[in-house]
């Protein structure tokens, strides 16, 4: 029996970029796309330095790339500030008093922060910084809500070549406590509340529980941003508007080495602790900023939106040092996306002009959920780009997406990357790469993606096997924090030479990439392996489906038995006979054994906190097991009480 992954499922619609979008491309057709990529690969240290070029250097580098596999040190001899590529660069021309940040909360409040501007604010909380103790190296914990000073802190952390790891506002303070002690934190940047959905986070509040029994951080600065009264611990708590009367403006940002930390990342494995992802300046930041000047076609005068959180890896390159580094002006929103209606981001969309917008699929589920009429109400003309991150998206979100925001007129670039990739890594060029809705299309220049089987051989067209990248790339994390060993295991011992990207993808005859979900998560029914994507795409085709997962249940004839977790769309009953209908449809889509042996109807499915559906409780449900490992990481517990509820 064959262990590659089987496709019953082909794509053919394909959408080409239009002549007009090509025509102000700066990659203008799919055959430049294949020369550059070629040549990229063919000498990859001369293309990446080529690129680096575009980066402001305090000192050239020596060596490009310096390779003791895993280990990779880019641009070596070289120094740099990533902060100073961000801001100080762009003060001498138009872009001083062109809008950096613009940002609104979930309560209606509004920002503008030009260049200038934030490239003072950055001074003050730099300094800050320095006056609380922190030393270049040592690393600062970043727990603030969506807001305009969460960048500022990462980007005052850079400037003093103080390592940020910032932590999602959702987590609670037993993942601040895990990542604190993990990383060593010294510092810890919070406020005493954020806004979600109307209510208040009580983040001050989760730090201080988080830092019972905690002995290395000597510093809690709290930014005031819903003013509530909050516990101050004397000594160690400091606010940081009144912090910001005793320091001044002016900060130069100080060379560091190329390979000089910039930020630690936690992500959740499947399993065990989180990794702490480490991306180091000069590689990192060139990652996001040469995937932000082609993927996002970026001009002087967009308006982009990424509306991830900061505390994502999306948020951090997509955010701050791709699109600052690049001069661009970035729009930022605070809150959920259906407060006060389900029609806020077109709202925001339409007050904006927003050209270019950048979000998950998932959030693309909700909208198509919520109806087609919360788009209809605003104007969207503005939008040229649009762009998709984080799961593979079903074609039919695709499909949605296209019309309803699109307008038939915008491409959609869906790309592929991780927390660990830095930057994107399969992705279309808008002007040049014709998308087909569920895939992430062709790799970036320099990156050398494949296919293999168990025995690391390159599969044929249409064969399903193992995501690799062959060859290092400046992005890439340099290590897990603190660990050695586990980076090797996780990333460099599964297929010999290559780094493993967990995912199982095919790529068609026209050398596209289609990711089928994790490897981990792949279903082996009576010998057959079926991606995830495949029947959750086929799943989510049938009109009354709003979202859903498959497992694997233990089976005694097929090996494993398919459970479909599924959400219907707002309003449809759930019903045995629309359980057997969607049955019937998978098995018309896909074929016979796709077919769920039970569907199970759900509210809600389990999240983590950016959207990714958790197949490994599923599994635990499915198959009747209690639930247990890191559930930590979960967006709404209270799902997974139901779910279990379901069960019983
Ligand atoms: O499985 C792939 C999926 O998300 C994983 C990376 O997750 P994370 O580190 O949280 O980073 C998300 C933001 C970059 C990948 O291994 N994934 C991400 N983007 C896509 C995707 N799967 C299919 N298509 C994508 N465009």
């Not at 070629?38 to 240290?45: D, G, Q, V, Y």
């Not at 660069?89 to 909360?105: T, V």
């Given at each position: 029996?064959?262990?590659?992954?089987?496709?019953?499922?082909?794509?053919?619609?394909?959408?080409?970029?239009?002549?007009?979008?090509?025509?102000?491309?700066?990659?203008?057709?799919?055959?430049?796309?294949?020369?550059?990529?070629?040549?990229?690969?063919?000498?990859?240290?001369?293309?990446?330095?080529?690129?680096?070029?575009?980066?402001?250097?305090?000192?050239?580098?020596?060596?490009?790339?310096?390779?003791?596999?895993?280990?990779?040190?880019?641009?070596?001899?070289?120094?740099?500030?990533?902060?100073?590529?961000?801001?100080?660069?762009?003060?001498?021309?138009?872009?001083?008093?062109?809008?950096?940040?613009?940002?609104?909360?979930?309560?209606?409040?509004?920002?503008?922060?030009?260049?200038?501007?934030?490239?003072?604010?950055?001074?003050?909380?730099?300094?800050?910084?320095?006056?609380?103790?922190?030393?270049?190296?040592?690393?600062?914990?970043?727990?603030?809500?969506?807001?305009?000073?969460?960048?500022?802190?990462?980007?005052?952390?850079?400037?003093?070549?103080?390592?940020?790891?910032?932590?999602?506002?959702?987590?609670?303070?037993?993942?601040?406590?895990?990542?604190?002690?993990?990383?060593?934190?010294?510092?810890?940047?919070?406020?005493?509340?954020?806004?979600?959905?109307?209510?208040?986070?009580?983040?001050?509040?989760?730090?201080?529980?988080?830092?019972?029994?905690?002995?290395?951080?000597?510093?809690?600065?709290?930014?005031?941003?819903?003013?509530?009264?909050?516990?101050?611990?004397?000594?160690?708590?400091?606010?940081?508007?009144?912090?910001?009367?005793?320091?001044?403006?002016?900060?130069?940002?100080?060379?560091?080495?190329?390979?000089?930390?910039?930020?630690?990342?936690?992500?959740?494995?499947?399993?065990?602790?989180?990794?702490?992802?480490?991306?180091?300046?000069?590689?990192?930041?060139?990652?996001?900023?040469?995937?932000?000047?082609?993927?996002?076609?970026?001009?002087?005068?967009?308006?982009?939106?990424?509306?991830?959180?900061?505390?994502?890896?999306?948020?951090?390159?997509?955010?701050?040092y791709g699109p600052l580094a690049s001069g661009a002006t970035v729009l930022m929103y605070e809150g959920a996306p259906n407060w006060p209606q389900p029609d806020r981001f077109w709202k925001i969309?339409?007050?904006?002009?927003?050209?270019?917008?950048?979000?998950?699929?998932?959030?693309?589920?909700?909208?198509?959920?919520?109806?087609?009429?919360?788009?209809?109400?605003?104007?969207?003309?503005?939008?040229?780009?649009?762009?998709?991150?984080?799961?593979?998206?079903?074609?039919?979100?695709?499909?949605?997406?296209?019309?309803?925001?699109?307008?038939?007129?915008?491409?959609?670039?869906?790309?592929?990357?991780?927390?660990?990739?830095?930057?994107?890594?399969?992705?279309?060029?808008?002007?040049?790469?014709?998308?087909?809705?569920?895939?992430?299309?062709?790799?970036?220049?320099?990156?050398?993606?494949?296919?293999?089987?168990?025995?690391?051989?390159?599969?044929?067209?249409?064969?399903?096997?193992?995501?690799?990248?062959?060859?290092?790339?400046?992005?890439?994390?340099?290590?897990?924090?603190?660990?050695?060993?586990?980076?090797?295991?996780?990333?460099?011992?599964?297929?010999?030479?290559?780094?493993?990207?967990?995912?199982?993808?095919?790529?068609?005859?026209?050398?596209?990439?289609?990711?089928?979900?994790?490897?981990?998560?792949?279903?082996?029914?009576?010998?057959?392996?079926?991606?995830?994507?495949?029947?959750?795409?086929?799943?989510?085709?049938?009109?009354?489906?709003?979202?859903?997962?498959?497992?694997?249940?233990?089976?005694?004839?097929?090996?494993?038995?398919?459970?479909?977790?599924?959400?219907?769309?707002?309003?449809?009953?759930?019903?045995?006979?629309?359980?057997?209908?969607?049955?019937?449809?998978?098995?018309?889509?896909?074929?016979?054994?796709?077919?769920?042996?039970?569907?199970?109807?759900?509210?809600?499915?389990?999240?983590?906190?950016?959207?990714?559906?958790?197949?490994?409780?599923?599994?635990?449900?499915?198959?009747?097991?209690?639930?247990?490992?890191?559930?930590?990481?979960?967006?709404?517990?209270?799902?997974?009480?139901?779910?279990?509820?379901?069960?019983?």
């Amino acid at each position: 029996m064959s262990s590659n992954i089987e496709t019953h499922q082909i794509e053919t619609r394909v959408f080409k970029p239009s002549k007009d979008f090509s025509k102000t491309s700066l990659v203008g057709s799919l055959a430049e796309y294949k020369k550059l990529h070629a040549a990229s690969l063919k000498a990859p240290a001369k293309f990446w330095a080529g690129q680096a070029a575009d980066l402001f250097w305090r000192k050239k580098w020596k060596t490009v790339l310096d390779w003791k596999p895993p280990f990779a040190k880019w641009f070596v001899g070289g120094q740099l500030n990533a902060s100073e590529n961000c801001l100080d660069r762009h003060l001498d021309g138009p872009r001083r008093n062109k809008a950096a940040i613009i940002w609104e909360g979930e309560p209606g409040e509004k920002r503008v922060l030009t260049y200038q501007q934030l490239h003072r604010e950055v001074c003050v909380f730099a300094n800050i910084l320095k006056r609380n103790g922190a030393k270049k190296g040592d690393r600062v914990i970043i727990y603030l809500p969506h807001i305009p000073e969460a960048a500022i802190a990462m980007l005052a952390c850079a400037r003093i070549g103080a390592v940020h790891s910032v932590i999602f506002g959702g987590f609670s303070s037993t993942s601040i406590r895990d990542r604190i002690e993990d990383c060593g934190a010294t510092l810890v940047v919070t406020a005493d509340a954020g806004y979600r959905r109307g209510q208040t986070v009580t983040l001050k509040q989760n730090v201080d529980q988080a830092l019972e029994g905690v002995t290395t951080v000597k510093r809690v600065i709290v930014f005031r941003r819903a003013g509530l009264d909050i516990h101050i611990q004397e000594g160690r708590d400091v606010w940081w508007h009144r912090e910001a009367e005793y320091v001044s403006a002016d900060c130069p940002a100080v060379a560091l080495d190329s390979e000089h930390p910039l930020f630690i990342l936690y992500t959740s494995g499947s399993t065990g602790k989180p990794k702490g992802i480490l991306h180091t300046t000069a590689g990192y930041l060139l990652g996001a900023v040469i995937t932000t000047k082609y993927v996002f076609d970026l001009k002087e005068n967009d308006t982009y939106w990424c509306t991830a959180d900061i505390g994502w890896i999306t948020g951090h390159s997509y955010i701050v040092y791709g699109p600052l580094a690049s001069g661009a002006t970035v729009l930022m929103y605070e809150g959920a996306p259906n407060w006060p209606q389900p029609d806020r981001f077109w709202k925001i969309v339409a007050e904006y002009g927003v050209t270019i917008l950048y979000t998950a699929p998932t959030a693309i589920r909700a909208f198509m959920k919520w109806g087609d009429e919360w788009p209809k109400k605003h104007d969207l003309s503005s939008l040229r780009l649009l762009g998709t991150v984080g799961e593979p998206i079903n074609p039919e979100a695709w499909i949605w997406y296209h019309k309803n925001i699109g307008a038939e007129r915008c491409p959609i670039v869906d790309t592929w990357w991780q927390t660990e990739t830095g930057a994107m890594m399969i992705t279309p060029l808008p002007g040049a790469i014709p998308a087909k809705p569920g895939t992430a299309t062709l790799p970036f220049f320099g990156i050398d993606a494949a296919i293999v089987d168990d025995k690391g051989q390159e599969v044929g067209p249409n064969e399903g096997g193992k995501l690799v990248i062959r060859k290092p790339w400046p992005s890439m994390l340099r290590t897990i924090y603190g660990d050695k060993a586990r980076y090797k295991q996780a990333y460099w011992s599964e297929v010999k030479g290559c780094y493993f990207t967990g995912d199982g993808a095919r790529r068609d005859k026209d050398g596209y990439f289609w990711i089928v979900g994790r490897i981990d998560d792949v279903l082996n029914v009576a010998g057959h392996r079926l991606g995830t994507a495949e029947v959750e795409s086929a799943l989510v085709g049938h009109d009354d489906v709003a979202e859903a997962a498959v497992v694997g249940r233990p089976d005694e004839m097929k090996g494993q038995a398919v459970v479909a977790f599924v959400t219907l769309r707002n309003g449809i009953p759930a019903t045995k006979e629309l359980a057997e209908k969607i049955r019937k449809h998978v098995g018309n889509v896909i074929g016979p054994i796709a077919k769920p042996d039970e569907i199970r109807f759900t509210e809600a499915l389990p999240k983590t906190r950016s959207g990714k559906i958790m197949r490994r409780l599923l599994k635990q449900i499915a198959s009747g097991q209690a639930v247990t490992g890191d559930t930590t990481t979960l967006e709404d517990l209270s799902v997974l009480a139901k779910l279990k509820q379901g069960d019983e």
